[in-house]
C-alpha cells in the first residue's frame, strides 16, 4: 500500500491532531506549573497584612502588657477565626494564658512568611518577628487569605474546561477544512438531482489539492458532461423528429397520389431504408456520445484499409481507384479500433465522394511527428468558410450552400470524430482552396 500524495488530506488532519495532543500537554504542564508557582507562596498582600497583625500585636504588649495582648488575640480570633498565640523566644506565652502541650508542640512546625505555604488540604502555621527583639506573633494562616484555596476550581478548569475549549477550537478548524466542502458539494449535487444542469462548484473549493479538490473537480466535470450529454440528446431528438418528417412526407403524398403499385413499393422500401439508416446513425452517434465505450487497440495499417475503403466506395459509387490516391508511406501503422478506424475513414470517404464535383479527387495523405501520423484526406469540393469549419461536426448539419450534395443526414462526420476521439486521437477540418481537408491525428504502433 502506497502512502497518498503530498497533498492528501492525511497530512493536515495528522498535523492537526499532533498539533492539538502537544497542545493540550503543553498547556496542561505549562498551566500546571504556573498554577503551583502562584499558589505555592504568600502573595505580597498577605504578607503585608500578616505583619501589620504582628504590628498590632507588638503594640499591645508594648502599651498593656500580658492583657493587652488577650485583647488582641480576642480581636483576631473575632476576625479571622484562626488559631493564634504570642511568644518570646523561649516559647512562653505573653499572654495570661499558658500554652498547652499540644500548642507548643505546633510551636515546633512554623513558616516563615517567605516559605511555601505546603501541599493542599493542611493548615500552614506562620510566625511573624516583633520589630523589637526575638518576641514573635504566631497565627495558622486564615482560610480566605490561603492562596490554594481556588486551586481545585483551576484545575478543574485546567484538567476539563480547557481541553474542552481547545477540542472545540480543532473541530471547527476541521469542520472548516473539510464539512463546508462537503455541505457545497452536497447542495449542488442537491440542484443536479433537481434538474438544474447548470450547477458547479466554486474556485475555491476545486482549486484545492487535496481529495475534496479532486472530487469537486470530479464533480464539475461530471456535471458538465451531463449537461452536454442532455443537451446533445434533446438536440439530436429535435433535428431527428425533423429528419423524419421529409421521408414520411414524401410517403404520404406517394401513397395519396401513386397508381403503380410497382413505383409505390420501390419509393417505400427506398425510403424506408432512408429513415433506417438515419435512425441507426442516430442511435449510434447517441451510443458513442453516452456510453464511451473503450474500443480495444491493435495496430492498424492505414494504407491496406483505405485500399478496402476505397474499392468498396469506388463500386458503390462508379469512381475509379485512381481517384481516390493514396500517399502514404508503406510503413504507416497506427494503434486504433480496426472497425471503428474503418468506419471514421469510411464517413470521411463518402462525404468527400458527396461533394466532389465530376471529375474530383480525394487523396489520401499524411506525415510522421513525433510519435503520432497525421493524416490528411482532401477533396475538390467548393470547401468551408473558416467560420463554418467547426459546425460540420454537429449532428444534422449541412452546409448545402456552401458544399451541395447535401443528400446525407449530417451525421457522417459527427460519429467519424467521436469514433477517433475513443481512440485517443483528433479530427479536425482545414479549408483548402479550394476543397477541404480533414486532418486526423492517431498514435504510431
Not at 497565627?139 to 474542552?164: G, S, T
Not at 464533480?219 to 431527428?240: C, K, S
Not at 413505383?263 to 456510453?291: F, N, S
Not at 466506395?313 to 481507384?321: D, I, M, N, Q, S
Amino acid at each position: 500500500m502506497s502512502l497518498p500524495s503530498r497533498h492528501s488530506l492525511l497530512w493536515p488532519l495528522s498535523g492537526a491532531m499532533a498539533l492539538f495532543c502537544l497542545l493540550l500537554v503543553s498547556l496542561h504542564v505549562d498551566m500546571g506549573r504556573l498554577l503551583t508557582d502562584a499558589t505555592s507562596y504568600l502573595p505580597e498582600s498577605t504578607r503585608k497584612l500578616l505583619r501589620d497583625y504582628a504590628r498590632e500585636a507588638e503594640t499591645a504588649w508594648q502599651e498593656n502588657g500580658a492583657i493587652g495582648v488577650d485583647a488582641f488575640l480576642r480581636q483576631l480570633q473575632e476576625r479571622e477565626q484562626v488559631w493564634a498565640v504570642v511568644v518570646d523566644e523561649h516559647k512562653q506565652s505573653l499572654s495570661t494564658r499558658s500554652l498547652t502541650a499540644g500548642e507548643v508542640a505546633r510551636l515546633d512546625f512554623l513558616r516563615k512568611l517567605e516559605f511555601p505555604v505546603g501541599r493542599r488540604g493542611s493548615t500552614p502555621t506562620f510566625y511573624v518577628p516583633f520589630e523589637d527583639g526575638p518576641r514573635r506573633l504566631v497565627m495558622e494562616l486564615p482560610e480566605r487569605l490561603d492562596p490554594r484555596r481556588y486551586n481545585e476550581f483551576w484545575e478543574i478548569l485546567l484538567q476539563f474546561v480547557l481541553p474542552a475549549v481547545l477540542a472545540i477550537v480543532v473541530a471547527f478548524l476541521l469542520y472548516r477544512l473539510l464539512i463546508v466542502p462537503l455541505a457545497q458539494l452536497r447542495r449542488q449535487a442537491a440542484a443536479l438531482s433537481a434538474g438544474d444542469l447548470s450547477v458547479r462548484l466554486g474556485t475555491t473549493v476545486t482549486r484545492r489539492k487535496d481529495e475534496l479538490g479532486h472530487l469537486a473537480r470530479t464533480f464539475n466535470n461530471m456535471a458538465e458532461r451531463l449537461e452536454g450529454t442532455v443537451g446533445f440528446q434533446r438536440q439530436l431528438l429535435r433535428d431527428l423528429s425533423h429528419e423524419l418528417r421529409t421521408p414520411l412526407g414524401r410517403l404520404r403524398v406517394a401513397g395519396e397520389g401513386e397508381q403503380d403499385a410497382d413505383a409505390l413499393r420501390q419509393r417505400l422500401v427506398r425510403e424506408v431504408e432512408e429513415m433506417e439508416k438515419l435512425v441507426a446513425d442516430a442511435l449510434e452517434l447517441v451510443w458513442l456520445d453516452t456510453e464511451r465505450p473503450s474500443l480495444p487497440l491493435e495496430e492498424v495499417d492505414i494504407v491496406r484499409l483505405w485500399d478496402v475503403l476505397r474499392e468498396n466506395a469506388g463500386f458503390e459509387t462508379g469512381w475509379t481507384l485512381e481517384r481516390m490516391p493514396c500517399e502514404l508511406p508503406p510503413d504507416c501503422r497506427v494503434l486504433g479500433h480496426l472497425n471503428g478506424l474503418a468506419r471514421a475513414l469510411e464517413n470521411i470517404l463518402r462525404n468527400a465522394i458527396r461533394h466532389s464535383p465530376e471529375g474530383g479527387i480525394v487523396r489520401l495523405s499524411g506525415r510522421y511527428e513525433d510519435g503520432y501520423w497525421l493524416l490528411c484526406i482532401d477533396d475538390q469540393g467548393p470547401g468551408v468558410a473558416e467560420q463554418e469549419l467547426e459546425r460540420i461536426f454537429l449532428p444534422f448539419t449541412r452546409l448545402s450552400a456552401a458544399r451541395p450534395g447535401g443528400d446525407g443526414f449530417g451525421l457522417g462526420l459527427a460519429i467519424a470524430r467521436s469514433m477517433i476521439s475513443l481512440q485517443g486521437g483528433a479530427l479536425w477540418a482545414e479549408a483548402l482552396k479550394p476543397g477541404l481537408r480533414l486532418q486526423m491525428r492517431l498514435k504510431s504502433v
